[in-house]
């Protein structure tokens, strides 16, 4: 009989953030449950948070190594069937491997590890186990980020030459991780959150998503970091200059002193014939510019006529009709549906439709890894051009 | 001990858009769960729906009168606590009344019911039976259409003098009804749909939002209402002028036949020192213009200094930080939260809060009924106003 | 051999706004120079703007009659061609009567007149000394209104159904008449201005504008003008239902109490197929939103391939290449470089070509007054609607 | 007595765009006529584009040498008072050197001159001859960039820490200069271009943009340039990293390859307290992003109360009331005017205004030309970082 996913979860008590955007994603589609968790270090905050997330008190766990082996032990159809990791970059590697060799598949959030080696050793541990691994890089779930990769190796715009992508954000612009906000204290020491602060925490993300949408790999950087915020251990913006496979170039910055700034994703894509423009924060538009023909404004939940038919990775990511905006939150619940989707499939012993496989993997993770690990080195050289190596 | 409030839904079967969307609105915050359904007129189809939504085959019921009967017997904490009517418009009124007088509380979608007479027994049969009915009109969940409504109340724009409020869409240019699509079927057909088509689907919406936000109530209208598709036995397009009570002069259009249009609904209200504009399509900007300074956004999530603090209405009716949009998924999601809210407080014996009593009822489904048949009799009478009579 | 036209002006001196505009439009294109000009009532105030626009003292007049009187005497050549009005509303008529009939061809502000009866005199004077009246509706000279002109007249949206046109400013949201303001004090004067503010101000543009482009002719009017500004003597702020000929309908605002607005004119056209956006606020962009495809944005400027290749009218009034935007100024010396190219050819005894000829005239001059004394009738009427009548 | 300046030409004869540009800036105003001209090599072609321009033939000459000689013969107020020179890069020293050195006043299209050395030799010659010299560096003059420009001066945003200014156009995607586009022709051929195709005809305009508004002056680059369509001599893309003095960092992206762009100049700049956004397709509007309150937009010719005043630099370069968009021409048109306020000033024995003075000189000129020298010596490095020497 079908029955809903059952989720554990580490991290994500009360005041964390990113462990609520979790929930939400998870829960959106009426397809997850939650079962089990251990939600924070300590253990009465743990309690209190599973409470009140209506959790029984024997499925809140003291931590996590005590939850993966005890819900290893509950039979199938009762036990967790995915553990989801909130917890800070640090906090990702151990129970990543433990739930994987435990049986479980994971979901776990981004930079997927502490360091590159981790990230290895992680995607080692997912090709031993064949268990599935979902990573929530949240921008590439918008209908209109799948429109765009779609229409690009469809080839719309022809050879591509250039990608602009950036994310500015305004939030460290002072000491902020003095002022009392948990999420910026950890991201700001690097044993908790690795060699950077604005490259590992959004930087990836800007790189992920110039990958996901051109299909093109990143294979020499130039980079210039800085720490502008007196005080502060590690880079809070950055610059580099990319070099992609195929002659593309490309331009990637990402900052945490924007002052003013928000969540100022953006994409800019030029290729022979025509270029295309997304943006997060106005994200039910992709504006296509093509030589000699009118700006057009691609827009989610549409049923345009052949041949400007939707992608069907677009149709699948879309809840509502057009005009009917969707946000940051289902673009999450994107990754968890089609994560949920492929775990089902395989469980019910079907293939996955290339639309239910459309989330990012260890393999993005270990991209990501190697992403922050060679702008680093090359912020450190003296020479013009830093290999990407995995 | 805590636990999850208890949905029933009569309609929402494959196929139905709004079913889904109540769903997903209903789910995402976790507080939720729903546990019976009538899903379609179709015994098979309900099964079948019910089945997919992990309902048990013995709470997915061939009607609601059985589904409403069988449910009021189950034990507290085992029935259901309320009751989402997403069927159209004519069979609005038979299961609200049902469920109320059973005990449950309600969610109905737009508009309440089929006539101003329905709508105003249902208001009665609320008053007597002491339930709660959540009507969805659900741009009025919005963050920045709550900050729109504070600041106005606070005075920020002086006495209000003119609001014009917009509602286009072009799903209907063609005879869509025509051309399988259900949706369009009954809202075109007056037995199912009421009185009028655009006013009764969409214009009813923009009424809310003008009334909601300004705290005024229209007191005269003048209507030309048209049919421009041929074939329709409805209105498909219309035009209002308002005149509210204290003075105020607006403005509300309401079309199906925008063609190109998607869900373009639109406000602006000015007042004396300024105004304010805010559009469905761009939700989490509130643009604020007042008189000699710099035009101003105010953005949903942000942590503003005082004086411009959002709205403790503002920030309660958000998830997530700035510059992550939310879209009409979570604003739908609001209506249901303190739709929730509410009757878990009132459950516990406790007073809501303001912020939790924020959800349209059965008032607003009055005046929205008054003012779709106002808006039918201006268009047929030759006198320039027409009286706004609940 | 080839000369600059000459131009002669009434009124336009110091610290008069519009004078300056029209000196800007006309010098833009280096085809027009200022020979003469009675820029004031007052003699001191004419000679020192007269001086400070390099004006020969022997040119510069006490008043309109003598210029008329004296220039009509110069030998052609040296005379001025014609004659530019831009005194306020009760000062045009006299003043283009008199040049007309001494052979003068004129440049006038609008409304045209103080009052229809007026009006149509003026019209009877052009035909019968067959002069050419050049009325500056400025909206009407931007490259994307001539490409919305045109894209609807070639059927590109089927057959209109829907017109929505608004001019909300917000300049007189407070008495700013009392304010030592020049141009509020004789624009709130009905001596001055004629029966209404708003509507005479910058409805009449919004009238023009959806005539314009539409092709399609107002019938009746339903009518609801206000003064919210107390201590006022006409109206400021309306708005009007419109049906046109061929059964479309519109809904027409003009407001000067929109408090924070500027002069956000703004048009959206429906038609069977598609619809149309265009704002001045943002004029090099023509929204184009086709019924089954994606939103299409055209851009002054731009060399597209057909089908999309813009209209002949749209690059003949367009400067410079995509991209750099043009604005107000630019599409204002489109109105006098288009007269300046018709009143070039009828002298040199050539046929102005549709793109030349492609200015407002003494008709549409006709058709503005009659749509102030309709639109003034029908707020002073219980009926719900007046017949547009010249 | 009062007298227009009088304008002589080296180039701008038929067909050449930025000929055309100029002549409109310099007329918009009425203080500058044009009374001669050498507009083409091709003396034919001279002859008619000075008929057309009204130059009558004893003005219109074969090339600037005799232009200069026989101009300086004439007596003063009959004779051009400056030179304005808009040849192709190749041919702006020899003959700015000339007038210089014949005691004319010079405006000159950027790049100055071909090379820094011609620079840097201009340089000379104006301060050992006192005249002044204009360099049209257009984006300078909006409005809205002299308010940034004030702003960031007046210290609203706290120290500099981060600019991003990029100028991204399409029109050369293809290979333009095959296709008898002759502005594509000469910008592409080094000998006539200079060393640069996308640095030294946008790229100098981002970084005088960048420098002008901050005040901040590049030290150090560190370039990757690429020519991406085959068959082309020089870069039609670039990135650069830039260093300011101070500490800032930059960004500047300049690329002729960016499909489907008109003239995408945006300027983001972030201090400490927050944020400014410029972007000349929609140069009105200076967006303002500070921490803690609601974004702003400060708009062109706003009467904006203490403490929003817009700067007196901003408003002296304003012709109409807000709302009413300015564009490109009447940016280039400030550039004239201040031009020729300051030369008339100084003619008249007084000491120019600040904002009189506000047009860009040879001093930027130098530095735009230092630039890109640079960035090509930086591009051709293995080194990360090439120092900015003048």
Redesign the interface.
């Known amino acids: 009989m079908?029955?809903?996913l059952r989720m554990g979860m580490v991290g994500g008590g009360h005041d964390a953030?990113i462990g609520?955007?979790h929930?939400?994603a998870a829960?959106?589609?009426?397809k997850i449950e939650?079962v089990c968790g251990a939600f924070s270090v300590n253990p009465e905050v743990s309690l209190q948070s599973g409470?009140?997330?209506?959790v029984p008190d024997d499925r809140i766990y003291p931590d996590y190594k005590t939850m993966i082996e005890k819900e290893a032990l509950l039979p199938e159809g009762e036990r967790m069937d995915f553990l989801t990791i909130v917890t800070p970059n640090f906090l990702h590697y151990e129970p990543a491997k433990l739930a994987l060799e435990a049986g479980f598949d994971v979901v776990v959030e981004k930079p997927i590890t502490l360091s590159l080696e981790e990230a290895k050793s992680l995607q080692d541990i997912v090709e031993r186990t064949g268990r599935t691994l979902c990573l929530t890089h949240t921008y590439s779930g918008y209908p209109m980020v799948k429109q765009a990769r779609a229409m690009v190796a469809a080839g719309h715009?022809g050879k591509i030459?250039?990608v602009?992508v950036?994310y500015?954000?305004?939030?460290l612009?002072?000491l902020t991780e003095r002022e009392g906000n948990a999420g910026a204290a950890w991201r700001t020491d690097p044993k908790r959150s690795g060699k950077s602060l604005a490259m590992g925490d959004i930087g990836v993300h800007a790189a992920h998503l110039a990958e996901h949408i051109t299909g093109l790999r990143i294979q020499e950087v130039?980079a210039?970091l800085?720490t502008?915020v007196e005080g502060r251990a590690l880079d809070d913006?950055g610059?580099v200059?990319l070099?992609f496979n195929d002659?593309a170039?490309g331009?990637l910055?990402a900052?945490q002193?924007?002052?003013?700034?928000?969540?100022?994703v953006r994409i800019?894509i030029?290729?022979?014939?025509?270029?295309l423009e997304w943006a997060?924060?106005?994200?039910?538009n992709l504006i296509?510019?093509?030589?000699?023909?009118?700006?057009?404004?691609?827009?989610t939940?549409?049923?345009?006529?052949a041949p400007?038919t939707l992608s069907s990775f677009a149709t699948h990511n879309t809840?509502?009709?057009?005009?009917?905006?969707?946000?940051?939150?289902?673009s999450f619940a994107n990754i968890y549906r089609n994560f949920a989707l492929t775990v089902s499939a395989k469980r019910e012993g079907k293939t996955p439709t290339p639309e239910q496989l459309d989330f990012p993997t260890v393999a993005d993770g270990v991209r990501g890894m190697a992403f922050i690990d060679t702008v680093v080195k090359s912020n450190e050289?003296?020479?013009?051009?830093t290999k990407f190596e995995v």
């Open positions: 079908k029955r809903k953030f609520a955007v929930r939400i829960f959106m589609d009426g939650l409470r009140d997330l209506f715009f030459r250039k602009v950036e500015p954000q305004g939030w612009s002072r130039c210039d800085t502008f913006d610059a200059l070099r002659g170039k331009v910055m900052s002193i924007s002052a003013g700034e928000e969540n100022a800019r030029y290729g022979e014939k025509g270029g997060n924060e106005d994200p039910n296509v510019k093509m030589l000699d023909i009118p700006r057009q404004i691609y827009r939940g549409n049923n345009y006529a400007y809840r509502i009709p057009a005009g009917h905006p969707e946000g940051l939150l289902e050289s003296n020479e013009k051009w």
